[in-house]
């Protein structure tokens, strides 16, 4: 409890220190409250010197420059109301904007585990729906409330220089006013953390389904997943109607409370103007318009909090994603221009999950500048994270890695990954155009320099065939396109841009014998000179291969060229064997 106080607390004390990023507006915003605070409880008083001064005394030039000072006043007002709704929804957007681009940094240094272990809608529900709670925060929520706070003092003031007596009955109400809100404040504070739950799973649920759409019609499981929409949409519901039903008493128990507060103004009045008091009437007209005036901001103020209170929700979702430790530290001070790519493990191990199963064991391995280095091993033996590491995707738990003599940890993040490329099995493609997704929006790079390394690798005449050739729009995922089409677009994507170190991870799977032949050209013109790492199924193309690591569970306990490894009959002279079945099994297909 005292955790979860402090976490809201921290994220309150976040939201205002981006807000004072904006003191003109947060100012303004705070002097125009004050002034409308002051027009609106000084109305009512007016009021009573037209009925005691002037109406009862039929004075009517008097009674006339009255009522145009309050139509003045009631004019000025709400143009302060323009202003202040105004300069609340500025100042939200331009908090809302700094979040937004704080959070969207924050994703781009976390680590691979954070995005392994977070559902995507998670994050997006994150990133639009409880971003735009903080809106609501500004526009109806804490500014308005500190408004409303103001001109409740301001109008027991106005009341009290009217008339005492009255001001103190009036006021017995308030505590009792409070405890009413500060009930369903709370109460109402569980059924918004209840929508916010539930809208959350919602956004996660409709993702991951929406994403998986082909496999859900093709193993049949329409049924399922839409039986555990409605079960979600139905608790959402739920928690919706709860909201209703709590507002659906709170307002009519304040409007109770406001006549019957009337009604004892009334009753009073009229006992002491009949008895000695003799109080004016313009006095107990005066009192019915504070007390309208007075219990406004008072039910605002119970539902604004509860608009803070579903606000505050978001609030503490969104900052613990902020606050959140999970990224690769930047710390490295070394900025390299070229590397020779020179890779040492030592002792290295690792495991995704603290306290979990090893995935590397103590692994030890050079990798010299040049070198086409191969690693194999059955899946789930710890061969694409070997380059995940090299990355710095994830951090080790134990040893060292350097990179030309260097620890990877002392060489800073951007620069370490700018020389290193990295194709997989799943390639990934932006909804934009081929040519887009190769430069990834480096204008240095022209359509003539593109043409030309296509040509070299054999994929122009491929890229040339689709419509609008380079300008053709592969769609979200690249989802139009097959996987060795994918794969291509991503070999010549990572030769238009310098590396150093190149990693193949599975890149040669699921290819057809005409994709296969393009791809190993592209590869031979990739890998020349260069350090690279190859992970495939695939043994039969590593025979060209400098030095070949067979990992088993974590440990490598292979390692020398493809003709050493085969005459030693061991680890991987047996998946050698077995991958040569698989390929005449396909053949015979």
Request: proline share 2%; aromatic share 12%; glycine share 4%.
């Amino acid at each position: 409890m005292k955790k979860k106080l402090k976490n809201k607390r921290s994220s309150l004390k976040e939201l205002i220190k981006i807000s004072l990023n904006y003191k003109f507006i947060l100012i303004s915003t705070i002097f125009t409250s004050i002034l409308i605070s002051f027009i609106s409880a000084y109305r009512p008083k007016l009021v009573q010197k037209a009925i005691d001064s002037y109406i009862l005394y039929k004075d009517f030039l008097g009674l006339k420059n009255i009522i145009i000072l309050i139509i003045f006043l009631l004019f000025l007002e709400s143009v302060f109301h323009f202003v202040l709704l105004y300069l609340s929804n500025i100042l939200a957007q331009n908090v809302i904007e700094k979040i937004r681009i704080l959070l969207f940094d924050k994703f781009l240094y976390f680590s691979s585990s954070f995005f392994n272990k977070t559902p995507i809608g998670k994050l997006i529900s994150h990133s639009i729906s409880d971003i735009e709670t903080i809106t609501v925060i500004f526009n109806d929520g804490i500014l308005l409330v500190s408004g409303d706070i103001l001109r409740i003092i301001m109008i027991i003031i106005m009341m009290y220089t009217v008339h005492k007596k009255l001001c103190f009955i009036v006021s017995l109400t308030i505590p009792f006013m409070y405890f009413i809100t500060r009930f369903f404040q709370k109460t109402l504070k569980k059924t918004f953390h209840e929508e916010r739950m539930y809208s959350s799973r919602l956004n996660s649920f409709l993702q991951e389904n929406i994403i998986g759409m082909s496999i859900i019609q093709l193993f049949h499981k329409e049924k399922e997943e839409y039986l555990k929409f409605k079960s979600i949409n139905y608790s959402l519901m739920k928690a919706h109607f709860k909201t209703i039903f709590y507002f659906s008493i709170f307002f009519p128990i304040v409007e109770l409370v406001s006549a019957f507060t009337i009604s004892i103004v009334i009753f009073y009045g009229g006992i002491y103007a009949i008895g000695k008091d003799n109080i004016q009437p313009g006095k107990i007209i005066a009192f019915i318009f504070f007390i309208y005036l007075l219990f406004r901001p008072m039910r605002q103020i119970a539902d604004r909090f509860n608009i803070i209170q579903r606000g505050i929700a978001g609030i503490e979702r969104i900052f613990s994603i902020l606050n959140s430790e999970e990224i690769i530290s930047n710390n490295g001070k070394l900025y390299l221009k070229k590397l020779k790519g020179h890779i040492i493990f030592n002792n290295v191990s690792f495991s995704y999950m603290n306290n979990d199963k090893m995935v590397l064991n103590k692994i030890s391995f050079e990798i010299k500048p040049g070198e086409k280095v191969a690693i194999v091993g059955a899946t789930g033996s710890g061969k694409s994270t070997i380059t995940h590491l090299i990355s710095r995707l994830y951090e080790i738990k134990e040893g060292k890695i350097l990179i030309d003599g260097r620890l990877i940890q002392d060489i800073e993040l951007k620069n370490l990954r700018y020389h290193i490329r990295v194709v997989s099995q799943d390639t990934f493609l932006f909804n934009d155009s081929i040519m887009n997704n190769i430069t990834l929006g480096d204008s240095s790079i022209g359509i003539e320099k593109v043409k030309n390394m296509a040509k070299k690798i054999g994929i122009h005449n491929f890229i040339n065939s689709l419509p609008n050739g380079y300008q053709y729009i592969v769609k979200e995922r690249g989802g139009i396109l097959s996987l060795g089409e994918k794969q291509l677009i991503s070999f010549l994507r990572v030769q238009m841009h310098p590396y150093s170190i190149l990693i193949l991870d599975e890149a040669t799977a699921s290819l057809n014998k005409e994709l296969e032949k393009i791809i190993y050209k592209a590869t031979e013109i990739l890998t020349r000179k260069k350090t690279s790492i190859i992970i495939t199924h695939r043994l039969s193309t590593l025979k060209n291969a400098d030095k070949i690591f067979a990992i088993y569970k974590g440990y490598i306990i292979e390692n020398g060229t493809h003709d050493q490894l085969i005459n030693l009959n061991g680890y991987y002279a047996s998946l050698y064997k077995e991958s040569f079945k698989i390929i005449k099994r396909n053949n015979s297909f």
